[in-house]
């Protein structure tokens, strides 16, 4: 997927897709900080359409690079709000 084709097509959803995916790629060749950027935007995305799916994976995203930043706190309220996420 192409973020830049997505974003001209002005395809919100595709855009929250592929901020996922590129912020799996980073998170799998360890920039975890990069990983964070696009995750947080795949969050964003996912609040706006009410994708309670795409925002616990995205919350979880976020932990699970948290955690390999040495952020315990930050990742545990994340990992928090990715459980609350399945009760609402």
Known sequence: MNLGLVKELGDR????????NLGNTHYLLGNFVEAIKFHRQR??????????????RAYS???NALIFLGQFNAATEYYSSAELSFCI
């Open 43 to 56: 969050l964003s995305i996912a609040k706006e359409f009410g994708d309670k799916a795409a925002e616990r």
């Open 13 to 20: 959803a595709a855009q929250g897709r592929a901020f996922g």
């Open 61 to 63: 995203n976020l932990g």
